[in-house]
């Protein structure tokens, strides 16, 4: 059984940052990708980043969020983070730590069997 813990959530006002971040309980961190992903209120989950495992490096981010947000892992931690920077209202959302089935990044939500129970992230304008 892996538990994920998210922390770093809180209130910023547009064009501010936040740092999240996610601390797992596996003992084999290091050989998963991990991702995040976040639901706005009304809507539907989405894919926010993904690194893939401690060997491989690779990262993707979704669109609304390249350029301004930063997926990292510190395995010695058991830990990722998400930096995010310039931040818009429509980041406004709970934001989920996932770890996937496999060692690849990927921004598909089924490939992911562990989540966080989430926090919450409002940019205010």
């Known amino acids: 059984q892996v538990q994920l813990v998210e922390s770093g959530g809180g209130l910023v006002q547009a064009g501010g940052s936040l740092r999240l971040s996610c601390t797992s309980s596996g003992r084999t961190f290091s050989n998963y990708a991990m991702g995040w992903f976040r639901q706005a209120a009304g809507k539907e989950r989405e894919f926010v980043a993904t690194?893939?495992?401690?060997?491989?490096?690779?990262?993707y981010y979704a669109d609304s969020v390249k350029g301004r947000f930063t997926i990292s892992r510190v395995n010695a931690k058991n830990t990722i983070h998400l930096q995010m920077n310039g931040l818009k209202p429509e980041d406004t959302a709970v934001y989920y730590c996932?770890?996937?089935?496999?060692?690849?990044?990927?921004?598909?939500?089924?490939?992911?069997?562990?989540w966080g129970q989430g926090t919450q992230v409002t940019v205010s304008s």
């Open positions: 690194i893939s495992w401690s060997g491989g490096g690779t990262t």
């Open positions: 996932a770890k996937n089935r496999g060692r690849f990044a990927s921004g598909i939500a089924n490939s992911y069997d562990y």
